[in-house]
């Protein structure tokens, strides 16, 4: 079972949130926040220090600090990264802009994601192509990612090997 907040967290701040997840993480559920998208680094700090979730929606402005990046690294925070949704809302003005690849690389967990549909109509296969085509990704780099998605996943280890399985006979075939 997961809790998770959305929304522009450059108009809405999140104080009037934290009483909700500071009772969704003292009952023990699954959090994710979304921040340091159409905020900088400071608002994914900031939601970690007030909300504490597992994950965070985007986090890809979470680049621009050295220090939030071997946090995030530390605690094992998860980012959901959707590119074609970053050139929508402007994160970045291209595609060729976006920092996937400096995620990536830093070694922080991350999976790509198409966020809402109401947001990006989008496939998460045309995303993978995209990574193929314009950041020249392979296919141990798109695993990589499942695997961590899998990893960060609101649900049972039981069913986390079984999606891991799956996952990895698919990407022997």
């Known amino acids: 079972m997961g809790f998770d907040i959305a929304a522009d967290e450059a108009g809405y701040p999140i104080d009037n949130h934290v009483p909700a997840f500071e009772y969704a993480n003292e009952k023990n559920l699954n959090c994710t926040a979304h921040a340091g998208e159409a905020c900088g680094a400071d608002s994914v700090r ?7 979730p597992a994950r965070i929606g985007h986090g890809v402005r979470s680049t621009e600090d ?7 690294k530390e605690e094992d925070i998860h980012l959901e990264v959707c590119p074609t949704s970053n050139i929508q809302t402007n994160v970045f003005e291209t595609i060729t802009d976006h920092n996937v690849n400096a995620i990536f690389d830093a070694g922080i967990s991350m999976s790509i994601n198409t966020d ?10 045309r995303e993978y192509e995209t990574l193929v085509k314009v950041f020249d990704w392979d296919r141990q780099k798109l695993l990589k990612t499942n695997l961590e998605a899998i990893a960060h996943a609101f649900t049972s280890q039981e069913v986390k090997v079984e999606l891991r399985d799956q996952i990895m006979e698919a990407y022997a075939n």
């Open 66 to 72: 050295p220090e939030l990046i071997d946090r995030l």
């Open 46 to 52: 900031e939601t970690l220090n007030k909300l504490a």
């Open 116 to 125: 809402g549909r109401t947001i990006s109509d989008v496939s998460l296969g």
